[in-house]
T-cell receptor, first 113, second 114 residues
Framework: LAKTTQPISMDSYEGQEVNITCSHN???????ITWYQQFPSQGPRFIIQ???TKVTNEVASLFIPADRKSSTLSLPRVSLSDTAVYYC??????????????FGGGTRVLVKP | NAGVTQTPKFQVLKTGQSMTLQCAQD?????MYWYRQDPGMGLRLIYY???????DKGEVPNGYNVSRLNKREFSLRLESAAPSQTSVYFC?????????????FGPGTRLTVT
């Protein structure tokens, strides 16, 4: 089970790009990297998932270097509504049920006006 | 299409009381999960069900039982509530395939045990 390490908190301003890096030194060959967003009093929401290189969707980009020992979630031009906790999750989707699903402490992102 | 629904939204129990948290999904998902989230912490997996008819323990199963009633419903039971079980409980579901790691979460049940 790959342990993840991410910053506890980050501050940013509206319109800026926010980059959150997650370390996962013991990532396994079949593991994917997934990011979730959680607003207060709500369940987490899936943002993006990747295996290697770069993945982009309508809300974020995920950069994964060749050694896959870390990954960076990039949120372009954040707004106040992007204030949330962001979780990095590493695991094997084939064995996705149960013990492979571990949420760490997350990164609290505060977007200021 | 309501997604994942949970009942109740709030509950207060006295130590030793029992209760069942209900969860249902209408996305025809194979896998369902129960998590707890303590204040300021990440989510911890209690139990999961990879498919209808199967259940298994997660990271923190002690003090809980689950039932996968059918493909749609997955309930969590506290037989004898303890103050340490005060938490927010989230149910989630996923397709359970090897191509997606995306889980859909319900709105949560806020439980207080006094």
């Amino acid at each position: 089970l790959a342990k993840t390490t991410q910053p506890i908190s980050m501050d940013s301003y509206e319109g800026q790009e926010v980059n959150i890096t997650c370390s996962h030194n013991n990532i396994a060959t079949n593991d994917y990297i997934t990011w979730y967003q959680q607003f207060p009093s709500q369940g987490p929401r899936f943002i993006i998932q990747g295996y290697k290189t770069k993945v982009t969707n309508e809300v974020a980009s995920l950069f994964i270097p060749a050694d896959r020992k870390s990954s960076t979630l990039s949120l372009p031009r954040v707004s106040l509504s992007d204030t949330a906790v962001y979780y990095c999750l590493v695991g094997d989707p084939i064995k996705a049920a149960g013990n492979k699903l571990t949420f760490g402490g997350g990164t609290r992102v505060l977007v200021k006006p | 299409n309501a997604g994942v629904t949970q009942t109740p939204k709030f509950q207060v129990l006295k130590t030793g009381q029992s209760m069942t948290l209900q969860c249902a999904q209408d996305m025809n998902h194979n896998s369902m999960y129960w998590y707890r989230q303590d204040p300021g912490m990440g989510l911890r997996l209690i139990y999961y069900s990879a498919s209808e008819g199967t259940t298994d323990k997660g990271e923190v199963p002690n003090g809980y039982n689950v039932s996968r009633l059918n493909k749609r419903e997955f309930s969590l039971r506290l037989e004898s509530a303890a103050p340490s079980q005060t938490s927010v409980y989230f149910c989630a579901s996923s397709e359970g395939t090897d191509s997606s790691y995306e889980q859909y979460f319900g709105p949560g049940t806020r439980l207080t045990v006094t």
